[in-house]
C-alpha cells in the first residue's frame, strides 16, 4: 500500500484519539514506520528525535531487544490466559509481586487494566464498593485539581479538569469536584512554595468542608500534572495533601500513570516524599509502550475490606485483557531494564543536563517559565515576560510550533495554551539532550520570525 492511499485509508477509516476531526481531515496523517533508541522514522524517510516518549509512555526507548525478546518467547508460549475462574499466568503473578515490591510500602495489592484511563475507572469503582462494604455508602463525591488529567473514560474524563474532555460528554459529573492547581508560575505568590502548600490544603480542606466529609470518598491527584501543562508542584506539596487526607478521612489516590518508572527521578514519584497512597494508578511505561497494560495498587486494608463485604459471591469487576501475559511479559523485561538494566540510573544521570537545557531557554523571547522535575519538564511561553500574559489563541502557536518541529525533526508536545512539554526516555544520552534543545531552540527561533508572533511580544 502506498503512501498516499495509507493516509487516504487513514481520513476514511481511523478515528484518532483527542483531534479535531476534520482538520486532520485536511491535514492527513504523518505515518511512522520504525523506531530505534530515542529516533523515529516516518514513511517519507524523515528522522524524528523523540522528546516526548511516544506518549510519555516508551521509558526505555524504541527497539529494545530485551523487551521484543520476552514478548516473542511468551507469544510462542502461552499468548492468551483468562484471569477468570481462578486461572493466572506466571508472568502476571511475578509481575504484581514486583509491582508491589517497587511501590511503596502501604500498597500490597495490584489488579491490572488495559491503560491509564480504566486503572482510574478501576480505581473509582474499588473506592466505591470499599465505602459500601464497610457501611459508609454516604461517601460518593471525589475530588482531583483543576488542569489534572485522569483518563479519558466515562468516568475519569469527569475528574480530569481540561475543558475537551468534558464539551458534549455531559462531565463532569455532580459527585466530582475540582480545586485549584499548585501552579507556581500562576501563583500570586510564585516565589513561596510554602504559601502554594497551604493554599492546596486549605483548599481541598474547604471543599471536604463544603461537601461534608461523610460525603468525600477520594482524593485524586498527579504528583506532578501531566496533560494540564507539566505542573511541577513545591517540593512537600505531595506529602502535605496526604496528610490533609488523612486528617479529612479522605483516600489519597497518587495517578502515577505518567510520574511512575523513573519519569521523575526514583521508581515512583512518591518515593521523593515518602508518601504512602492508599491507592496508585499506573500504566504508561509500565510496558513502555511496546503492549497496552495499567494497573491499580492499594492498600491491605481496602483489599479485605471488599474481599470480606463480597464473601460467598463475586466482586462484579473485570476485564477480558486483565493481567494479559504477554503485557505482563514486556512489564517484567521493563522492569528489569529500569532497575538491574541501568535505565533508571541513567535517566537520573541526564536530569541535570535536561534542568538546565531548559532553564537555558529562559533567555528566549517567547519564554516565561521553565519547570521540571527528572526528565519530565515544560516551557511556558508567553507575550509578556513581565505580566506572563499569554498568547492571543488566534495566534495558532501549538500548530504553527507543531510543524516547524516536525520540519525541524524533533517531537515534543505543544499544549493548547502555549505550553511545550518534553518527556524524554530514559535511555537518552547527554549527546541526545543537547541535540533535543538545538532543534527546540531553532524551531522557536522559526516561529518567533514570524512578523505576527514578533509584533505580539510586549515587555
Known amino acids: 500500500m502506498s503512501i498516499e492511499s495509507l493516509i487516504e485509508a487513514d481520513r476514511q477509516f481511523l478515528i484518532h484519539p483527542v483531534a479535531d476531526y476534520r482538520a486532520h481531515e485536511a491535514r492527513g496523517a504523518t505515518v511512522l ?58 508472568p502476571a503473578i511475578t509481575l ?20 491509564g484511563s480504566d486503572a482510574v475507572d478501576a480505581a473509582v469503582r474499588f473506592i466505591t464498593h470499599y465505602y459500601n462494604a464497610i457501611g459508609k455508602p454516604s461517601k460518593k463525591h471525589f475530588i482531583a485539581l483543576e488542569r489534572g488529567y485522569h ?6 474524563a469527569g475528574l480530569t479538569a481540561l475543558p475537551a474532555f468534558h464539551h458534549n460528554f455531559d462531565l463532569p459529573l455532580p459527585t466530582q469536584h475540582h480545586i485549584a492547581s499548585p501552579y507556581p508560575y500562576r501563583s500570586a505568590t510564585p516565589n513561596d512554595p510554602q504559601a502554594i502548600i497551604a493554599a492546596s490544603v486549605a483548599a481541598l480542606e474547604a471543599k471536604v468542608g463544603e461537601l461534608g466529609a461523610e460525603h468525600v470518598a477520594a482524593f485524586f491527584c498527579e504528583p ?20 490533609a487526607c488523612k486528617k479529612l478521612d479522605v483516600l ?39 503492549a497496552p497494560m495499567g494497573a491499580v495498587l492499594m492498600s491491605d486494608a481496602i483489599y479485605q475490606a471488599i474481599a470480606d463485604a463480597a464473601r460467598g459471591t463475586p466482586v462484579g469487576h473485570g476485564q477480558t485483557y486483565s493481567a494479559h501475559p504477554v503485557s505482563a511479559a514486556i512489564g517484567l523485561a521493563c522492569l528489569k531494564l529500569y532497575d538491574e538494566g541501568g535505565l533508571l540510573a541513567n535517566g537520573q544521570a541526564q536530569a541535570k543536563a535536561f534542568a538546565d537545557g531548559l532553564d537555558a531557554f529562559l533567555d528566549h523571547p517567547l519564554v516565561g517559565d521553565s519547570r521540571h522535575r527528572g526528565l519530565l519538564g515544560a516551557l511556558e511561553l ?20 507543531g510543524a516547524a518541529a516536525y520540519r525541524n525533526g524533533v517531537i515534543f508536545r505543544a499544549f493548547g495554551d502555549n505550553i511545550l512539554g518534553f518527556a524524554p526516555a530514559l ?25 505576527d508572533v514578533r509584533a505580539a511580544l510586549r515587555g
Open 252 to 290: 489519597f489516590v497518587a495517578d502515577e500513570v505518567i510520574t511512575g518508572f523513573g519519569r521523575t527521578g526514583p521508581m515512583f514519584a512518591c518515593e521523593a516524599e515518602d508518601v504512602s497512597p492508599d491507592l496508585m494508578t499506573l500504566a504508561k511505561g509500565l510496558t513502555a509502550g511496546y
Open 427 to 451: 535511555c537518552y544520552t547527554a549527546d541526545d539532550v543537547a541535540e533535543l534543545f538545538a532543534r527546540v531552540r531553532t524551531t522557536l527561533d522559526e516561529v518567533l520570525d514570524a512578523a
Open 382 to 401: 508567553v507575550a509578556d515576560k513581565s505580566t506572563r500574559q499569554r498568547f492571543d489563541a488566534s495566534l495558532k502557536l501549538p500548530e504553527r510550533i
Open 151 to 156: 483518563g479519558s473514560s466515562s468516568t475519569g
Open 224 to 243: 506532578v500534572q501531566g496533560s494540564g501543562g507539566v505542573i511541577v508542584p513545591p517540593k512537600g506539596w505531595l506529602r502535605a495533601m496526604r496528610d
Open 33 to 90: 514506520t520504525s523506531g530505534n533508541g530515542a529516533w523515529l522514522h516516518d514513511a517519507n524517510g524523515h528522522a524524528l528525535l523523540d522528546g516526548f516518549a511516544g506518549l510519555w509512555c516508551v521509558n526505555t526507548g524504541y527497539g529494545q531487544a530485551s523487551i521484543v525478546k520476552a514478548a516473542t518467547e511468551q507469544l510462542n508460549r502461552l499468548p492468551y490466559a483468562t484471569g477468570y475462574f481462578g486461572f493466572a499466568s506466571a
Open 96 to 115: 504484581a509481586q514486583k509491582l508491589v515490591e517497587f511501590a511503596p510500602p502501604s500498597l500490597q495489592h495490584v489488579y491490572f487494566t488495559l491503560g
